[in-house]
């Protein structure tokens, strides 16, 4: 590659690496700047980097010295790329999905991450990032937080969809429970009823007998 200073960016990248859930999240992969060995002084501090970051799918940056670490975490794969402070992070994030969606592409047990980190970061750091190239770069953001939010809403949907189903079913056990409950009362009403009418039945049969017992024949009823 030749370095054309007039298209050279003012704060190129500087180191990059990549890790994986096979390798214990260990680099396996790197690549420095051409023009300084950053890695021999970033590559501890990336490691630790790679040791410390969730290992769910995330976009996030720390500093360091001077430095911006931006990560960036895909299908257990760690890929991270050091710039300058002052280089700020959309050239930075937009290296790291070009170098993700190359190996996401590829997916090989050959792929090696080291000979892509420095094709592309030998591209970022020859090549102008123009205005066209910005405006796509925001818009498959756009696009990806569109997809995002539609994957959650349709997720959210699924568990509106659950939520009623549950709640259908929890209503029509309350209605079972309802007429249960009119059929216990109902049950217990007669009961009440039918213990005092055979109460009183057995009172009058008790009491006809006492009756019968101290009369006889016709005398009593006439003297009553």
């Known amino acids: 590659f030749f370095f054309d200073s007039s298209t050279m960016?003012?704060?190129?990248?500087?180191?990059?690496a990549v890790s994986t859930a096979e390798t214990n999240y260990k680099i396996c992969g790197e690549y420095s700047n051409s023009e300084h060995d950053f890695g021999k002084?970033?590559?501890?501090?990336?490691?630790?980097?790679?040791?410390?970051?969730?290992?769910?799918?995330?976009?996030?940056?720390?500093?360091?010295e001077g430095y911006l670490i931006l990560c960036r975490v895909d299908e257990e794969v760690v890929w991270v790329v050091v710039n300058d402070v002052a280089g700020g992070q959309r050239q930075a994030f937009a290296f790291l999905r070009d170098v993700q969606r190359y190996w996401a592409r590829a997916k090989t047990t050959e792929?090696?991450?080291s000979q892509v980190l420095q094709e592309e970061m030998d591209h970022y750091n020859t090549t102008e990032i123009d205005s066209l190239t910005r405006v796509h770069d925001e818009l498959e953001d756009v696009r990806a937080v569109m997809l995002d939010g539609i994957d959650k809403l349709a997720q959210r949907g699924e568990r509106i969809v659950e939520l009623r189903d549950k709640t259908e079913a929890l209503d029509h056990e309350s209605v079972q429970f309802k007429k249960k409950a009119i059929a216990v009362r109902k049950a217990e009403f007669y009961r009440h009823w039918k213990v005092i009418v055979i109460s009183v039945l057995g009172l009058l049969l008790v009491l006809f007998g006492v009756f019968l017992?101290?009369?006889?024949?016709?005398?009593?009823i006439q003297k009553l």
């Open 9 to 16: 960016p003012t704060y190129p990248l500087l180191f990059a």
């Open 41 to 64: 002084e970033l590559r501890p501090v990336v490691q630790s980097v790679m040791d410390k970051i969730p290992k769910y799918d995330i976009r996030t940056a720390y500093t360091y």
């Open 111 to 113: 792929f090696d991450f």
């Open 213 to 220: 017992y101290f009369c006889t024949g016709f005398e009593c």
